[in-house]
């Protein structure tokens, strides 16, 4: 199991620098960002799509510092109700796909999208309740588009041998496990979970009973390792939904943590274990958003915490059960 980074929070860096510097930690593998919200800082999407030379030259940077690419990432909206936001993520997110064939990369991580609450609305609506029936009605609206929209970039995965890892994500329409695997249950196997606890964490759901519930059913494709840490006392008077602004870090119910500051190493090993029971052998890919910390000094103590955590060889024969 490797230990990644998504390398946008490196962004003040050039891709060697970036590269030396994950290297010198001692990571393993990077998550390239090639649009949408995470941005394309450290390559440039068209060129890699058209030019041999820009996949080349990428080859070289990797090889020169021993990583390998995890995954190409695009996270935006391409069931959005306006059209031109939605056709732009859309090429953003087929244009990865085709980059990742390019360069022989299994994965492409992305949201699944949020439509609006009927055809005639002009922003995306997330339900989270189904009752006004309007609510009801809305919801059931939005898997329709959802499941249009989906089967047929899923082939596209499909005809690229590329999985696309969906990341669990609040205002998108699959934010929690069952979602997610009635998307892959609509689609095909290329649709599965890149598997993001933080998510999970503040909506109450057990970490690794769903990678349990997802893992057994081969659909988590890929895996970032970042942490949330509920704070109780806001919690208490306002619940969970909570709408304040990150940077309100007092204010909040919630916070987005380093790898070890929401949950300790303890629970982090469970994690690692319980990925290993259902077979993903993938890489744990950071993602900071930490506001709390630095970027590196966040990285930095992520990756040492999963160091101690991860395995870095197969199991042996169970010799004492023979």
């Known amino acids: 199991m490797d230990i990644g980074v998504l390398t946008v929070p490196l962004a003040d860096q050039s891709r060697a620098d970036a590269f030396e510097y994950l290297s010198g930690l001692g990571v393993d593998a990077v998550e390239l960002g090639v649009g949408g919200f995470v941005g394309a800082t450290h390559v440039d999407r068209e060129r890699l799509l058209d030019d041999e030379d820009a996949r080349a ?17 695009t996270h935006n909206n ?10 732009e993520a859309d090429r953003e997110l ?8 390019h360069l022989d ?12 609450g009927g055809p005639d609305d002009e922003v995306p609506n997330w339900v989270t309740a189904p009752w006004p029936t309007e609510h009801h009605d809305a919801h059931e609206y939005q898997w329709e588009v ?27 329409i699959v934010y929690e496990p069952h ?30 009973e769903a990678i349990r519930v997802l893992g057994e059913r081969d659909a988590i494709h890929h895996v970032h390792a970042k942490d949330t840490k509920v704070y ?28 070890g500051y929401g949950h300790g190493e303890e629970h982090w090993k469970d994690v690692v274990s319980t990925l290993r029971m259902v077979d ?43």
Do not use: C
């Open 57 to 73: 030259e990428l080859a070289d940077d990797l090889d020169e510092y021993d990583l390998r690419v995890s995954a190409i990432a």
């Open 78 to 87: 391409p069931l959005h109700p306006d059209e031109a936001t939605a056709a």
């Open 94 to 101: 087929r244009e990865a796909i085709e980059i990742a064939d």
């Open 105 to 116: 990369v299994g994965t492409v991580t992305a949201f699944s999208g949020l439509p609006a």
């Open 146 to 172: 959802a499941e249009e929209y989906w089967t047929d970039l899923a082939a596209h995965a499909d005809d690229h041998g590329v999985d696309v890892g969906i990341e669990m994500h609040p205002n998108m």
């Open 179 to 208: 979602g997610m695997l009635r998307l892959r249950e609509l689609t095909n196997e290329r649709i599965g979970a890149n598997f993001d606890p933080s998510h999970l964490y503040w909506q109450g759901i057990d970490v690794t």
């Open 232 to 259: 109780d006392a806001n919690a208490r008077e306002k619940g969970v939904l909570d709408t304040a602004p990150y940077t309100e870090e007092t204010d909040r119910s919630w916070l987005f943590r380093s790898v």
């Open 280 to 322: 993903y052998d993938g890489a744990l890919s950071i993602e900071h958003e930490d506001s709390l910390t630095s970027s590196r000094e966040g990285l930095e103590k992520a990756v040492d915490v999963l160091q101690r955590a991860v395995f870095e060889t197969t199991p042996g024969d169970a010799y004492w059960a023979e």
